[in-house]
């Protein structure tokens, strides 16, 4: 895809550290610029792009822009350590070699394997477990992480779970809304953080949007957060304008005192 004719773009959602309250990277979101229709989300238009080969090469776009995109950014101090997070379709898994496309595309770019998450749903493996196991295994011997995205709302299979290998989970926004603006309802998402951190996962919060949800998902012991409480998702301009201000994002450790103690 010629880059300065593509009518996508890619935008940048912070995930922030629940512990310190640093930026940790980035979740790269697509987006498309339609000429009459204006901003589509990819909600509407990656099922469409997914029953044909156009997710291949769009899904091929955006890890190369995104880990370059990250790369950049992680020349400026103090963002060496900036990591970066891409939605993967089930189809970009399972397609011959897809594990050495994305070690060529990090050899090329300099960039740590390490660095980069692959977000795949629970549903990806439905119809072919072994061939989806199989490629998960092979991107983790390159040093990918691999990240479950949307837990909760497909099967939620624990022993499918385990087999994926991910080393992250990310709890649906649908259950952080669940436990209300003061976070009080938050039995489910306890139990979830509960299950991944007894699988040795670690637990990103999506669509945190209100302070009480914060607080109550840090005094749980999450480990990263996501949401429109930190921030929405933002070209890449925007971001080079918020590295320069390097906020640190939960200003006010004092309101977990007793979980410190
Ligand atoms: P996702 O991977 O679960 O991404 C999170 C979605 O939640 C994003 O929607 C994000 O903008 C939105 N979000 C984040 N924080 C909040 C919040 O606090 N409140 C609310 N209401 N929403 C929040 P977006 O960007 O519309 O993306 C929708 C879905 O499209 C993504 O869900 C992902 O499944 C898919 N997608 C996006 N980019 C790509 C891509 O490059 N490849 C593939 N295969 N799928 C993609
Ligand atoms: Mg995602
Ligand atoms: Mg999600
Ligand atoms: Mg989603």
């Known amino acids: 895809m010629n880059q ?17 309250g640093q930026l940790d990277g980035f979740e790269a979101l697509v987006r498309w610029i339609h ?7 990819p909600s509407e238009f990656i099922p469409l792009a997914e029953d044909t080969d156009l997710i291949l090469e769009l899904g091929e776009w955006v ?16 963002y060496q350590a900036l990591n970066i997070a891409v ?24 960039l740590n394997p390490s660095s980069l998450t ?15 196991v199989g490629a998960l295994n092979q991107l983790r011997a390159n040093g990918i992480q691999i990240a479950i995205d949307d837990f ?23 259950f952080i809304s669940q436990m209300g603006d003061t976070g009080e309802r938050s039995e489910i998402v306890e139990a979830i953080i509960a299950v991944a951190h007894s699988l040795k996962m670690r637990v990103v919060a999506e669509g945190i949007e209100t ?33 320069k201000k ?11 005192a007793p979980r410190l103690n």
């Not at 300065?4 to 310190?20: K, L, W």
């Not at 939605?87 to 300099?110: H, M, T, W, Y």
């Not at 692959?118 to 989806?132: D, G, R, Y």
Request: aromatic content about 8%; proline content about 5%; charged content about 25%.
């Open 246 to 256: 390097a906020p640190n994002w939960i200003e006010s450790a004092d309101r977990l």
């Open 4 to 20: 300065d004719r593509t009518p996508f773009r890619i935008e940048y959602q912070p995930i922030i550290t629940m512990e310190t």
């Open 152 to 174: 909760g709302t497909g099967y939620s299979c624990l022993s499918r779970l385990h087999s994926f290998g991910a080393s992250s989970l990310k709890i649906d926004r649908a």
């Open 63 to 78: 890890l190369k822009n995104a880990c370059r995109q990250v790369q950049q950014w992680r020349q400026n101090r103090p």
């Open 211 to 243: 302070v009480g949800q914060l607080d109550r998902l840090r005094a749980l012991d999450c480990d990263w957060g996501q949401g429109y409480y930190f921030s929405r998702s933002l070209p890449s301009s925007a971001v080079d304008e918020l590295l």
């Open 35 to 41: 000429p009459e229709q204006g901003l589509i989300s």
């Open 87 to 110: 939605n993967i379709s089930g189809r970009q898994l399972l397609k011959p070699d897809f594990a050495c496309e994305v070690s060529e595309i990090l050899q090329d770019l300099g």
């Open 118 to 132: 692959l977000e795949i749903t629970e549903s990806i493996a439905l119809e072919s477990f072994q061939e989806t």
